[in-house]
T-cell receptor, first 112, second 112 residues
Framework: EDQVTQSPEALRLQEGESSSLNCSYT??????LFWYRQDPGKGPEFLFT???AGEEKEKERLKATLTKKESFLHITAPKPEDSATYLC?????????????FGQGTTLQVKP | SQTIHQWPATLVQPVGSPLSLECTVE??????LYWYRQAAGRGLQLLFY??????ISSEVPQNLSASRPQDRQFILSSKKLLLSDSGFYLC???????????FGQGTRLTVV
């Protein structure tokens, strides 16, 4: 069964304190792995797509990496505005419909 | 550029009442369309997807139905709401053959 597990569930950081969020996945042929940011009461905002092991993508203070079993979202010198829930999702290779399987999310709080 | 509109933002409905949530996409043709539900403390769960007008696939058995009367319009409905239908409903779209999905701002449904 295709599955996505994110850890930790919640993470509190001081401003400037770098850290990483983890996304472990089990999928029958990975078509893509996705990171989204979700603010309270809002829809998820697309951040990155990773397609193959070894791939990396960066956007401002965020960097996403991918291995054959997991992905990391590295946050460098975070600011309070980075506080949000970060969602990881995968799309199985057998899917031609765009269906995404989501993890539970990691809620990040960055204190000034 | 493409945009997705979803309304209403919040809705409080009594048990047994009907439901209609609407989603429209602008700036693209023949998108794949999706309805997801996000329960408190849980990840997003795919409810329905559509690859074309009148083509609806259901992922989970439930009290809800979906329709796609026009290319860029997706509607989520229920004849009689249950308490368990409460949640955050998200509409999303993707380009046919692509992997990334883009989400609307969501509807918070509370059934009382």
């Amino acid at each position: 069964e295709d599955q996505v597990t994110q850890s930790p569930e919640a993470l509190r950081l001081q401003e400037g304190e770098s850290s990483s969020l983890n996304c472990s996945y089990t999928v029958s042929g990975l078509r893509g792995l996705f990171w989204y940011r979700q603010d309270p009461g809002k829809g998820p905002e697309f951040l990155f797509t990773l397609y193959s092991a070894g791939e990396e993508k960066e956007k401002e203070r965020l960097k996403a990496t991918l291995t054959k079993k997991e992905s990391f979202l590295h946050i460098t010198a975070p600011k309070p505005e980075d506080s949000a829930t970060y969602l990881c999702a995968v799309q199985a290779g057998s899917s031609n419909t765009g269906k995404l399987i989501f993890g539970q999310g990691t809620t990040l709080q960055v204190k000034p | 550029s493409q945009t997705i509109h979803q309304w209403p933002a919040t809705l409080v409905q009594p048990v047994g009442s009907p439901l209609s949530l609407e989603c429209t996409v602008e700036g693209t043709s023949n998108p794949n369309l999706y309805w997801y539900r996000q329960a408190a403390g849980r990840g997003l769960q795919l409810l329905f997807y559509s690859v074309g007008i009148g083509q609806i696939s259901s992922e989970v058995p439930q009290n809800l139905s979906a329709s796609r009367p026009q290319d860029r319009q997706f509607i989520l409905s229920s004849k009689k709401l249950l308490l368990s239908d409460s949640g955050f409903y998200l509409c999303a779209w993707s380009v046919m053959g692509s992997t990334e999905a883009f989400f609307g701002q969501g509807t918070r449904l509370t059934v009382v």
